[in-house]
């Protein structure tokens, strides 16, 4: 299976470029997702700093960057203490030309310290490993089940994505792991527990797609809820993990139920199949519920569904507060889930469908829910 040209142009490229000549764009996402590789692809002609480079440090702190260049590259720059007002003197004075990208591997809004002062300067965008739905542009129509297996195998990142191998992932996902917990973590927060968070992703990663229970954790690694809930938030904003929170009306309610958790990094999911399948599927439907938000302008949110009585639907869409969509995930099990009958009363006209990952023939149902093949429905969903 040849991807290589994947990693000529990413699903973002275009509406960066279409943002750059207006506003500081701030590029965030895993660290290895891609970011400094794409936006070195927006223009021939650019100068990069990472902070994360001592020299380049001292450039950033004379503000010495190449103004004749077209676009200027400014990687990691979360780490510089007050970055955000320092961005935005330089945007109140100098403007652009040159445009100017600043990526990095946390959250680009954690940080409040300088309030709002880049409001109305910059355009954000969340860039996520690979998907289906973005290897498929390279692939024939014929490789999309190899794909799917390889994603589920090696998880989307695109350095262990495109060489193929378990053996490469498993080494290369331990690196990866350690420069986020020992460099990225240590240099934006105030923490010294590293490995209690190193054995609280272990657990992580056997209660993928389960509800989970704070005080639970906080038993296994013997500290405080507090404490399990801060480390959570802290892997949120490093993205490796992200957060799902059961679907109520009342949105304050429901961020107080049980969440579920998932990762970036599907290589990361220890369970069967079905499980590894329900992470990938939480990947693609936050990719795209991001990339609606940031570059189409429309408010996507990812739930799940949950009764008192334990009835569940694995995830539930949102667009602008509306429900949308309703998806549960099978590995083999081609019946349909009796959950459908009973949220389909309290949902109305919204696209219902079951993804089975082992699946012989797609079905559609009198009442509208449809049972499809999980390589091909995520190779060319819409949730617009």
């Given at each position: 299976m040849e991807v290589e040209n994947v990693s000529m142009e990413r699903y973002l490229n275009k509406y960066i470029r279409l943002d750059l000549p207006r506003k500081i764009i701030l590029l965030s996402g895993p660290r290895q997702s891609g970011k400094t590789t794409i936006s070195k692809m927006l223009s021939t002609d650019y100068d990069y700093l990472n902070y994360d480079n001592p020299e380049h440090r001292v450039a950033l702190l004379e503000r010495s960057w190449d103004r004749e260049r077209e676009l200027v590259i400014l990687d990691e720059l979360h780490k510089q203490k007050n970055w955000k007002s320092w961005l935005k003197g330089i945007y109140d004075t100098e403007g652009i030309p040159p445009a100017m990208i600043v990526t990095g591997s946390a959250r680009l809004d954690v940080h409040r310290k300088a309030g709002e002062s880049l409001a109305g300067r910059f355009f954000p965008f969340r860039l996520h490993p690979l998907d289906l739905k973005e290897i498929k542009k390279y692939l024939p129509?014929?490789?999309?089940?190899?794909?799917?297996?390889?994603?589920?195998?090696?998880?989307?990142?695109?350095?262990?994505?495109?060489?193929?191998?378990?053996?490469?992932?498993?080494?290369?996902?331990?690196?990866h792991l350690d420069i986020i917990l020992r460099q990225d973590i240590v240099a934006v927060e105030n923490i010294q527990q590293i490995t209690t968070i190193e054995t609280l992703i272990q657990l992580l990663r056997k209660r993928v797609g389960s509800p989970l229970s704070y005080s639970s954790l906080a038993r296994d690694l013997q500290c405080s809820d507090r404490s399990v809930k801060r480390w959570l938030k802290i892997l949120e904003n490093m993205y490796v993990v992200f957060k799902v929170t059961p679907y109520h009306r009342n949105i304050a309610r429901s961020l107080l139920k049980s969440p579920k958790y998932y990762f970036y990094d599907t290589g990361q999911v220890a369970g069967n199949e079905g499980v590894k399948l329900e992470n990938l599927t939480a990947c693609a439907l936050l990719k795209e519920c991001h990339f609606i938000e940031d570059c189409l302008g429309e408010q996507l949110s990812l739930f799940y569904l949950r009764t008192r009585d334990g009835r569940e639907m694995d995830f539930f869409i949102t667009?602008?507060?509306?429900?949308?969509?309703?998806?549960?995930?099978?590995?083999?099990?081609?019946?349909?889930?009796?959950?459908?009958?009973?949220?389909s009363k309290k949902f109305s006209d919204i696209k219902q469908v079951q993804l089975v990952g082992k699946l012989n023939r797609e079905k559609t149902f009198p009442g509208g829910v449809a049972i499809r093949k999980a390589a091909n429905w995520l190779a060319d969903f819409t949730l617009l």
């Open positions: 129509e014929s490789d999309i089940q190899s794909a799917f297996e390889r994603l589920l195998l090696c998880g989307g990142f695109p350095e262990p994505y495109l060489e193929g191998s378990r053996r490469y992932y498993n080494r290369w996902k331990r690196t667009c602008e507060d509306v429900p949308s969509l309703m998806v549960e995930v099978k590995w083999a099990d081609s019946s349909l889930s009796p959950h459908f009958g009973s949220f």
